[in-house]
């Protein structure tokens, strides 16, 4: 049994420019949810998938937005990126809606310069 | 905002049981008691959860008040590995979603 896979590992990005992080969920988990950790502090949740549908958001702007495909990865883009989005990004899945506990990734760290 | 009130830090002798507490006193009663814990430089891993009762499973055992305002996670016997962040975390039951608040930094010493 695979966990979660994050990539990139780490990632640098200029201001005002876009970013993909992408997740591949634990096999046999249809649901993946995306937490944005920034230094010192707890993770934040920015949104959830379930089967391909965005099923509840964080109070994150519309400039976060993910996609989930029909193998159950997951992408998270950021457009025109802030320095404040300077953060460890965590994908984290679970199966089916009867939730015992979310598996994490190991995050992408991504620095806005 | 986290429903979760942890201390900051905490010290922990190896080979001593650890005992971090949480209060949630505002918990209702459809919410579960969720901890977490995550290492440096990795993503947070589930521990344990619990409604009502105290659970036990290989790595930890979950204490319940009665009253359900609050909670007590313990590490039989701690190791140098269990140094990391501990998040104690309410979630309701018609949500997947996770609050998480700052947790308590357990160190675990030789």
């Known amino acids: 049994e695979t966990g979660v896979t994050q990539s990139p590992t780490h990632l640098i990005k200029t201001r005002g420019q876009q970013v993909t992080l992408r997740c591949s969920s634990q096999?046999?988990?249809?649901?993946v949810s995306w937490y944005q950790q920034a230094l010192g502090q707890g993770p934040q949740f920015i949104f959830q998938?379930?089967?391909?549908?965005?099923?509840g958001r964080g109070n994150f702007p519309p400039r976060f937005s993910g996609l989930q495909f029909p193998n159950y990865s997951s992408e998270l883009n950021v457009n025109a990126l802030e320095l404040d989005d300077s953060a460890l990004y965590l994908c984290?899945?679970?199966?089916?809606?009867?939730?015992?506990?979310?598996?994490f990734g190991s995050g992408t760290r991504l620095t806005v310069v | 905002d986290a429903k979760t009130t942890q201390p900051t830090s905490m010290d922990c002798a190896e080979g001593r049981a650890a005992n971090l507490p949480c209060n949630h006193s505002?918990?209702?009663?459809?919410?579960?008691v969720y901890w977490y814990r995550q290492i440096h430089s990795q993503g947070p891993q589930y521990i344990i959860h619990?409604?009502?009762n105290n659970e036990t499973n290989e790595m930890a055992s979950l204490i319940i008040t009665e009253d359900r305002k609050s909670s007590t996670l313990i590490l039989p016997h701690a190791t140098l590995r269990d140094t990391a962040v501990y998040y104690c975390?309410?979630?309701?039951?018609?949500?997947?979603?996770?609050?998480f608040g700052t947790g308590t930094r357990l160190q675990v010493f030789p």
């Open positions: 984290a899945s679970s199966s089916d809606r009867k939730f015992y506990g979310y598996t």
């Open positions: 096999s046999g988990h249809n649901t």
């Open positions: 998938y379930y089967r391909e549908e965005e099923n």
């Open positions: 505002t918990i209702s009663g459809n919410e579960y």
């Open positions: 619990g409604l009502k």
């Open positions: 975390i309410v979630r309701p039951d018609n949500t997947d979603k996770l609050i």
